[in-house]
């Protein structure tokens, strides 16, 4: 197929084109580059082999996608782009939601206007917002906290409207629990822009010399250890469930479906520490502070519906993430390249 992947020089994205194009997909990246550096293009096509079409500018800019909608066909589009800073999303509501929101308005309404009926798009386990039992099931009721879950929400919302007005769409809401690890071959993995608000990358920082030492925001949950739980997968294997998905949209006859890709193991701050330490030879120094404002306890997925209806589950450890992310993050210390 011949597919259009927004945001695929993202984090997600970037390891979803690589399997899309293994795959025997034509892929054609769109992306403003507002949170990915150009230099990960020149890395994704050393690990295709071939170029990479990448168009650079913003969904939000309605023309500009209309536009190439107009000109060029498309049998699916996998939408990634979007803005994803929990903590940025309250100093900056509006700019959330008006690009999260207007970046799908602009392409869902370019792509109905031009006949392409298949979408996968990026959502995730926020949605399920700060009450939901563990492990969180698909059919659980959905909010938020903060801004950015709540865009989230309001795009699944709106994406399900669109759906049950025109049965003719078949769109996939896929819920990420916490993507974590990169590529094995070390050349392509998660870049944050700043000091990291994640784990996973402020563990690899504390390991690559970047930064001092982990704070760990509070260790009194009622949890294994005191310390907050969740369902990290691993990048690749988030990345094989689009194409899954991307697949399943052939065949089922519901307009719209929502997926889980989790898996379904719990894992707490300080077994992550443990297991990144394992990755890369030595301790990680760390302090135990006060917990962090709209944390959950636990947080890991139900992943039964994704395996039955996809056939799809994550097989990769907490030490394969670990390991893979301490290769990207040691061969790469500042990142990928400026410019
Ligand atoms: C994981 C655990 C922290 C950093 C976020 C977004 C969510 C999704 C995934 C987009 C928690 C603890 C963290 C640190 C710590 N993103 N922690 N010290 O909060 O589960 O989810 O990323 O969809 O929307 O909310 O992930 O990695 O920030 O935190 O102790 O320096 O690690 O308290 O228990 P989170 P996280």
Redesign the pocket.
Known sequence: MRVLVSGGAGYIGSHTVVQLVAAGHEVVVVDSFANAKPSVVGRLEALTGRPLDVRSFDLTDVDKTEHLFAHEPFDAVIHFAGF?A?GESVEKPLEYYENNLGSTFSLVRAMRRHGVAKLVFSS???VYGAQAPVPMREDLPTSATNP??WT?VMQEQVLRDVAASDPTWRIALLR?F??VGAHASGTIGEDPSDI?????P?LAQVAVGRLEK?????DDYDTVDG????DYIHVEDLAAGHIAALHQLGDTRAPVSTWNLGTGTGTS?LQLLAAFERACGHTLPYEVVA??AG?IAA?YADPTRAEAELGWRATRTVDDMCADSWRWQSQNPRGYPEG
């Open positions: 994803k929990v995730s386990a926020t950015y879950g989230k990420y916490n993507p990291p608000n994640n784990l996973m402020y982990l704070l760990v925001y509070g310390t907050g739980v969740r701050v917990r962090r944390d947080s």
